[in-house]
């Protein structure tokens, strides 16, 4: 039988891209991903992302398999349902004998890996549910967004490197270098005291999505992570790109800020972990 999930060439990317447009904005977060690996390259390189479609038909939507060795994500993206079921019980290119990250997986896509999972001998072992919450492309800048009095916004510094990385709830052994990478590359923003000192930041992730905002404690409570995200999201508008952000289920504060902000919530993702049984 020949292998059913057909690599989509770099430049082909947009095909597929666009092709999430369908019902629009409920595929915003599968458009957004590709979108960013398009605008971006530094991205899939870093990702060692592929892109593989049903049947070489971008309207049975993407699976996308990046394999960084400690690492390994895939990234499952249906449009055509039943299709991307049949393909992924009989694909050989996925290793179902490894441990398995799936991120941002909508609710078809983990029903899906559900009715599947016995026959391909995984388990579905972490379900972390979150929030979408979106701002589209053409939506408004905020106004009136400037720096609070002594402060200013950069990116982050290799100095400060690991104060960032110590206090991300996902923090690893390799999400020091994730930081690094993102650092390197434009997608952090940090407010700054005019001592040099962080006060709080914001990034973009590699998936495109507004990644690990937070505040020191001696500067809480004066409004900087709301000014973050509306200086990010600015940034984001004026370079024509969608703008994402996920709240855990029980994190009533952040939900209640990107509401304030103006955010559409609307439904949840999962980031799932597979085990082989």
Same mark, same amino acid.
């Given at each position: 039988m020949a292998e059913p999930l057909v690599e989509l060439p770099y430049s082909k990317w947009s095909t597929a891209r666009d092709a999430f447009k369908e019902n629009w904005p409920s595929h915003i977060v599968e458009y957004s991903f590709l979108d960013i690996q398009l605008k971006y390259p530094v991205f899939q390189k870093y990702l060692k992302l592929k892109i593989y479609c049903p049947y070489g038909d971008v309207t049975n939507g993407i699976v996308g398999i990046s394999d960084k060795e400690k690492?390994?994500?895939?990234?499952?993206?249906?449009?055509?349902?039943?299709?991307?079921?049949?393909c992924l019980k009989t694909t050989k290119l996925? !290793?179902? /004998?490894?441990?398995?990250?799936?991120?941002?997986?909508? $609710?078809?896509a983990l029903d899906l890996l559900k009715r599947i999972s016995d026959?391909?001998?995984?388990?579905?072992? !972490?379900? /972390?549910?979150?929030?979408?919450?979106?701002?589209?492309? $053409?939506?408004?800048?905020?106004?009136?967004?400037?720096c609070p009095p002594g402060t200013y916004v950069g990116p982050l510094t290799s100095a400060y490197l690991d104060i960032v990385d110590s206090t991300w709830a996902y923090t690893s052994d390799f999400s020091r270098d994730y930081f690094q990478f993102l650092a390197s590359n434009g997608f952090t923003y940090v407010l700054y005291s005019s001592k040099h000192e962080p006060m709080a930041w914001l990034n973009v992730g590699a998936n495109g999505d507004l990644s690990h905002l937070f505040c020191l404690e001696p500067f809480r409570r004066k409004g900087y992570a709301e000014f973050m995200i509306k200086y990010v999201v600015n940034d984001l508008l004026s370079r024509n790109s969608n703008v994402l952000a996920f709240t855990v289920q029980d994190?009533?504060?952040?939900?209640?800020?990107?509401?304030?902000?103006?955010?559409?919530?609307?439904?949840?993702v999962h980031w799932l972990t597979l085990e082989p049984k």
């Open positions: 690492y390994y994500e895939v990234f499952v993206h249906p449009l055509r349902e039943r299709v991307m079921e049949e996925i !290793s179902w /004998d490894r441990p398995i990250t799936v991120p941002e997986a909508s $609710d078809v026959e391909l001998s995984i388990l579905i072992t !972490s379900d /972390d549910i979150a929030v979408k919450h979106f701002v589209t492309n $053409d939506s408004t800048q905020y106004e009136g967004i400037s994190n009533a504060p952040a939900y209640k800020m990107f509401q304030k902000l103006g955010f559409t919530n609307d439904g949840c």
